[in-house]
């Protein structure tokens, strides 16, 4: 340790090239001890696998809302977000006002209350009331081991950043967020990841306004801003665009917006996500499933502002940087004193814990209820499937580590997490509103649009080079499988034998009246 100016009590202790003051150090220290410690304590009231997948169907709205926002914000967000706004421009604020807004407006009227009355726990097993087991198995496995990818995405996301600001080594970034979030996840189930949600949102949100704050004062605020960055000269006369032509070199093209994000990625990931929709099944009622939604529409509204407008600046404050990602905890080292620096890392920490916590509940989920119950050991009792749940926790942790470090081998941590799911959730999606909106859509034709929209993606991902103008066309790839799997689920449900109507009953959306 050292004191840069002792007399004012600014020590610094020195880990590895980076420093924080004894203050910043204090704060990170007693928030992520207070928040291992509620989580065990929530832990006492944890008795089944009920309580601990579904949090007893007791979660309140407020508390459902503000942990479905920061769960999907994430430290991702918070890098990748900052970092594409860097690198692109403003064009991917349409991630959160067309990506968001409308599909959580869509799910808060039709897909949840059809979700929470059939009391289920998982979106596979909802298909597989609706088509038929194996349905329910092939998009369990397939969610399964997305979510296990991605927390090796969000561990990765961490270290990144912690090395940046404290210089801690990448794996000791990684192991730390895995034993903290690990421990409250393990102890406390849906209910720990709701409640610290919700306290981990005031904390993002307080956050992401300071350092926006400081940010857009050292710019000259918005005028300024627009001034330095069109200066700047040529490649940078779209970075204030919301709407971008679909021939410029961006992945942000409004063709792609339009078709790849609003028609599927959005509907597909606050509709059919697991990891988004779990906490919804865990409302204390129908009615406050509703309204926890459209709390989260709202809350959704100020996130562009937030995450993104340091990007912006950054391309001001900090031009030429290699990568874009690189940007957000930049801005951290670079602009805020002790103290506030504390505060905003733990901001960042809380949106890294927030969706690593749900991904990983999400999992354990999957994996117990519709893997293991259903095909290793069936009618067993509550408290078994428990214990299970928490197995899968640690096993879930140690893979995500270990698969942190593919992160790395991507030019946008973003793009990586977006291609991922440009693979699957044109498919899924594709199954979910046809097993919605049309009777006639069968089991052997949900396989088939999962099979051929899958394909589609995969073969479209190996030849993007050849096929797409555009970087990371994960937007294109979206809408081509969305529309195969679309066009296969109807003509093979066609050629084959309905379901038979007693059994989609209650499964199928009708208007009410």
């Known amino acids: 340790m050292f004191c840069l100016f002792p007399e004012r009590g600014l020590c610094y202790v020195e880990l590895g090239t980076g420093k924080l003051s004894n203050i910043d150090v204090a704060i990170v220290v007693v928030y992520l001890v207070g928040i291992t410690l509620f989580g065990v304590w929530i832990g006492r009231f944890i008795k089944n696998d009920r309580d601990f997948f579904l949090a007893g169907r007791n979660l309140p709205w407020w508390a459902i809302g503000m942990s479905m926002v920061v769960s999907d914000i994430g430290a991702l967000e918070l890098v990748g977000l900052a970092g594409a706004a860097y690198t692109y421009g403003i064009a991917v604020a349409n991630f959160d006002w067309i990506g968001c807004i409308p599909a959580l407006i869509l799910a808060a009227f039709i897909f949840i209350p059809y979700y929470w009355r059939a009391k289920v726990f998982t979106i596979p097993e909802f298909l597989g009331l609706r088509y038929n087991q194996f349905v329910r198995t092939l998009v369990a496995i397939i969610w399964g081991v997305v979510f296990i990818f991605q927390l090796g995405i969000f561990f990765y996301t961490a270290a990144l950043t912690m090395n940046i600001l404290c210089g801690w080594p990448i794996y000791f970034s990684i192991l730390l967020t895995a034993m903290i979030v690990g421990i409250y996840t393990f102890f406390g189930g849906l209910t720990a990841v709701v409640l610290v949600d919700s ?216 793009g990586y997490f977006v291609t991922i799911y440009s693979i699957f959730q044109g498919p899924l999606l594709a199954i979910l509103v046809l097993g919605f909106f049309w009777r006639r859509a069968n089991g052997k034709g949900a396989v088939a649009g999962l099979a051929l929209g899958i394909t589609t993606s995969g073969t479209l991902f190996w030849l993007q080079d050849k096929v797409f103008t555009c970087p990371e066309p994960y937007l294109y790839i979206a809408w081509w499988a969305f529309l195969m799997g679309l066009v296969a689920t109807v003509i093979v449900s066609l050629a084959t034998k309905p379901e038979p109507p007693e059994k989609i009953e209650g499964l199928i959306y009708r208007k009410s009246g």
């Not at 409302?283 to 912006?312: M, Q, T």
């Not at 506030?340 to 901001?347: D, H, Q, S």
């Not at 994996?367 to 926790?393: C, E, F, M, N, P």
């Open 199 to 414: 306290i981990q949102c005031v904390l993002l949100f307080i956050g992401s306004l300071i350092i926006l704050s400081i940010a857009m004062v050292n710019v000259g605020g918005y005028g300024g801003l627009m001034d330095k960055v069109h200066a700047m000269g040529s490649g940078f006369e779209h970075h204030f665009s919301l709407l971008v032509p679909p021939d410029t070199p961006t992945p942000f093209g409004w063709a792609g917006i339009l078709f790849g994000l609003a028609f599927v990625l959005s509907p597909a990931y606050w509709l059919g996500n697991q990891a988004i929709v779990q906490r919804n099944l865990g409302a204390r009622s129908e009615h406050d499933a509703k309204k926890s939604v459209l709390l989260g529409a709202f809350l959704k509204l100020f996130i562009p502002f937030l995450l993104i407008g340091p990007g912006r600046a950054g391309l001001v404050l900090h031009p030429g940087l290699e990568n874009g990602d690189d940007i957000y905890p930049t801005l951290i080292y670079d602009l805020l004193p002790p103290g506030l620096v504390g505060i905003v890392f733990a901001a960042f920490l809380a949106a890294l814990l927030s969706s690593v916590d749900s991904y990983l509940n999400s999992a354990t989920t999957i994996w117990t209820k519709d893997i293991y119950q259903r095909y290793i050991a069936r009618d067993r009792s509550a408290r078994h499937y428990l214990i299970v749940g928490k197995v899968l926790t640690v096993v879930f942790v140690t893979a995500g580590v270990f698969l942190a470090p593919l992160t790395a081998r991507s030019p946008s941590i973003f």
